[in-house]
């Protein structure tokens, strides 16, 4: 019997328990097809973000016997632009074509070290911005829930270092092997949309000048079937002046700012209510619930029913 696929997770200073756990608990549910390691840079203890430090068995050395390399989360207080030299030495360790896996802020480590320059990536939606502003040569996508780039996979917040585990496994050893891992974990094997759905989006005070006064006029009439000439009539402007200062005070047309808005207040019903999917639609000023699936689809990647089971559970 070949040896299992070693996986070396990497716990950088100020790691956040439950993600650097995750691998562990994920990969070994995969009865014996794998073998998980922790080391640090150094080989000492390590603080976490809690109130405890960690102690393991192994260096930086360890990570050039590795297959795959997880690099969990850590603090976002420690999160430098530029990598330290401890830091670099240690990823100069894994050997070319490895595949290697980050959780949330564990994009920075690679980004840093030049790792994701030309490719798709993604981190915590959070620190999407600061995350293009440091390094704009990575094509970050702040919405999805894991990128899988061939051998350099990115992860989003917390519970993506499970969907991306889950999705390796099914990877390697196909779909029912992933199931049964899912199963004793007791999480979802594949989870539907991405951090979209997650992110808050709360409406923003409106000043008094504008367009401002007829937004708000439009939120407490969402359930109307409102118009462009709707809305200029009440801003007293022509449609086209009126679609000129929307667009320049807003970004974006008054008919997209409509549909966002009723994703939104669908969003709320769905989370806070037990009506069903058609008149959730109706009070949110889509026609059908047809409609409002393909709204919610588009803007979050998920079903209305997914997204209340997700918030809510299963009825």
């Excluded at 040569?137 to 991306?164: C, K, N, Q, R, Y």
């Excluded at 989006?201 to 407490?220: C, F, I, K, N, Y």
Aim: charged share 20%; net charge negative; with cysteine.
């Amino acid at each position: 019997m070949s040896r299992p696929h070693r996986v070396v997770v990497l716990a950088l200073a100020g790691v956040y328990p439950f993600e650097l756990g995750i691998p562990n608990r994920v990969f070994g549910s995969a009865e014996g097809r794998y073998e998980i390691l922790t080391c640090t840079v150094d080989g000492g203890p390590v603080p976490t973000n809690a109130d405890f430090a960690l102690t393991v068995e192994h260096g930086a050395e360890l990570l050039g016997t590795a297959d795959t390399v997880v690099i969990p989360p850590y603090d976002s207080a420690r999160i430098e632009r530029e990598p330290s030299p401890a830091v670099t030495a240690a990823l100069e360790r894994i050997r070319p074509g490895v595949r290697v896996v980050s959780i949330c802020t564990g994009a920075f480590v690679l980004a840093a070290a030049g790792r994701l320059d030309g490719r798709p990536a993604t981190t915590h939606w959070s620190l999407a911005d600061t995350f293009r502003r440091w390094y704009p040569e990575v094509d970050v996508d702040p919405d999805v829930l894991f990128v899988d780039d061939g051998d350099v996979l990115t992860s989003a917040g917390a519970a993506s270092g499970v969907d991306v585990c889950l999705h390796l496994i099914r990877a390697d050893h196909g779909s029912e092997v992933a199931n049964h891992v899912a199963r004793v974990c007791v999480v979802p094997p594949w989870r539907d949309g991405g951090q979209a759905q997650y992110i808050e989006r709360p409406v923003p005070e409106a000043p008094d000048d504008g367009t401002s006064a007829t937004r708000q006029w439009a939120l407490g009439r969402l359930h109307e079937p409102l118009s462009l000439a709707d809305l200029a009539a009440h801003a007293r402007m022509s449609a086209r002046t009126f679609s000129r200062r929307f667009q320049d005070e807003v970004g974006t047309s008054p008919g997209r700012w409509l549909i966002r808005q009723r994703v939104e207040r669908a969003r709320y019903l769905l989370e806070s209510s037990d009506l069903p999917v058609d008149e959730v639609a109706t009070q949110v000023g889509f026609a059908t619930g047809t409609s409002l699936r393909q709204h919610l689809q588009a803007a979050i990647g998920v079903s209305p029913i997914a997204y209340r089971r997700t918030f809510r559970g299963a009825a």
